[in-house]
Nanobody, 113 residues
């Protein structure tokens, strides 16, 4: 069973940056694609960015050019670097091993205008 623990959220002013981290349990991390999702109040959870086991990345149009995703397989960790944050980025951010059902508890990001 995969367990995921996100961290790094917080309150930041518009234009600022945050780096989210997600540590996954188990020995299968390096073999699987990882994704960062977010859910704003009253909205559906959406995929923000993903990274394949090969390192290939994909981003939602709303964050392209502002967010980067990376992984450290030695640490079973995936990162989301968020720059030029906007108030509309406010949400709870979750990481997920794409092909598994488990979710972490999420980390709250609040961007003030």
């Amino acid at each position: 069973q995969v367990q995921l623990v996100e961290s790094g959220g917080g309150l930041v002013q518009a234009g600022g940056s945050l780096r989210l981290s997600c540590v996954a349990s188990g020995s299968i991390f390096s073999l699987n694609a990882m994704g960062w999702f977010r859910q704003a109040p009253g909205k559906q959870r959406e995929l923000v960015a993903s990274i394949e086991s090969t390192g290939i990345t994909n981003f939602a149009n709303s964050v392209k050019g502002r967010f980067t995703i990376s992984r450290d397989n030695a640490k079973n960790t995936v990162y989301l670097q968020m720059n030029s944050l906007k108030p509309e980025d406010t949400a709870v951010y979750y990481c997920k091993m794409i092909n598994f059902r488990a979710w972490g508890q999420g980390t709250q990001v609040i961007v003030s205008s």
